[in-house]
């Protein structure tokens, strides 16, 4: 072994050089960065809660970076297609994703062909925060979540519910529901919350399932109910409206559509730094505090490796619940 010191010793001094060349290169890019407009691609359609927390958090990047924040909107594949695209896109800071957990945490889970692995192929910037799940019931439906339940036990797929797609977040919540408490509702997936309300509304299903900051408006006009929230206490947003656990006599029945920012695998270490520095300010700002509280939404404080251990943890939570219920994308 003694023969081959020299020559390792030698490959280590040349790593380090060429790591110590490569470091100008990459604090020159952090410098520059941003040098043309943001992309940020969100996944699913134009009007549901991630779309509407996506372009204010949009707003808010797009002031303390100094650079246009573009939004748009890759829908389709419960994630997959808009993910797909910023796994491709160059690495570089200025293609980012944000997504929920259907994209982020649960992919992987649900298909056995994916077309990303989300551990691979993309860094967390942050976890920005989120809206608890509700299940919201036209004027057709029972009026509270136990006569629900009970209908839906007595007369199993009679009852419809909608869901902004297969495989997301909220359509897991509810299949979560159905397996805990015994019911059956039949499932209506809709390409996003923005085609599933006109649906509620119009009777083509009796319930659905999505975001407080989403569902809120309905509610209150009193063209729809919400029945429960899937939170640890009653919000004060929506005070009438019980926590599942209140309703149904569960405990711990809690859901939260999170959303997360992700850049491509390969984005410089010093840019992902910035993005969360810069990410951090715009959650603080209290302008953007208040659109947040109105929407139901709720910012969240996190650093890229506390990000990243969340979508672990979140994985890692509903894991036994996709395989309970066999939901699968394939």
């Known amino acids: 072994m003694t023969a081959y010191r020299p020559a390792l010793s030698s ?14 290169a990459t604090n020159a890019m952090a410098q520059s960065f941003p040098n043309k407009s943001i992309r940020l691609v969100v996944p699913f359609p134009p009007g549901g809660p991630t779309d509407i927390f996506a372009r204010q958090y949009a707003n808010g990047l797009s002031k303390v970076l100094g650079q246009n924040v573009v939004v748009d909107n890759k829908a389709g594949a419960s994630g997959a297609i808009g993910s797909v695209e910023v796994k491709r896109a160059t690495a ?9 957990a ?20 993309f860094i967390t910037v942050a976890v920005v925060g989120g809206s608890a799940v509700v299940l919201m019931a036209n004027k057709s439906a029972p009026q ?10 007595a007369q199993p797929n ?22 805990e408490t015994g019911s059956k ?6 390409k996003g919350s923005g085609q599933a309300k006109p649906a509620l509304l119009g009777n083509q299903v009796e319930t659905m399932v999505d975001a407080l900051g989403s569902a809120l408006p309905l509610h209150q006009s009193g063209q729809a109910r919400i029945l429960a929230i899937a939170s640890a ?9 019980p926590t599942f656990d209140e309703a149904l006599g569960t405990k711990g029945f809690e859901a939260v559509l999170w959303n997360g920012v992700a850049a491509p695998a390969g984005t410089p270490r010093a840019v992902i730094e910035q993005l969360s520095a810069a990410t951090a300010r715009v959650l603080k700002d209290p302008a953007m505090v208040k659109q947040l509280n109105e929407l ?9 490796a506390s990000a990243a251990e969340y979508v672990r943890a979140q994985t890692a939570k509903w894991k036994p619940v996709i395989d309970a219920t066999g939901m699968k994308l394939d």
Not at 16 to 22: D, E, F, R, V
Not at 144 to 151: G, P, S
Not at 185 to 190: A, M, S, T, V
């Open 11 to 24: 490959l280590l001094t040349l790593f380090g050089l060429l790591g110590t060349l490569c470091l100008p």
């Open 92 to 100: 570089d800071g200025h293609t980012l994703l944000f997504g929920t």
């Open 102 to 121: 259907s994209n982020l945490a649960l992919y992987n889970l649900m298909t056995s062909t994916p077309q990303y692995d989300y551990a691979k192929d």
């Open 144 to 153: 509270t979540l136990r006569a629900l339940i009970d209908q839906a036990k």
């Open 158 to 179: 009679v009852l419809r519910y909608g869901s902004p797609g297969l495989g997301t977040y909220l359509h897991l919540s509810m299949e979560r529901l159905q397996y």
């Open 185 to 190: 509702l039949e499932h209506i997936p809709y």
């Open 233 to 241: 206490r009653r919000s004060p947003l929506a005070p009438d409206v």
């Open 296 to 304: 139901a939404m709720e910012a969240n404080d996190s650093t890229p």
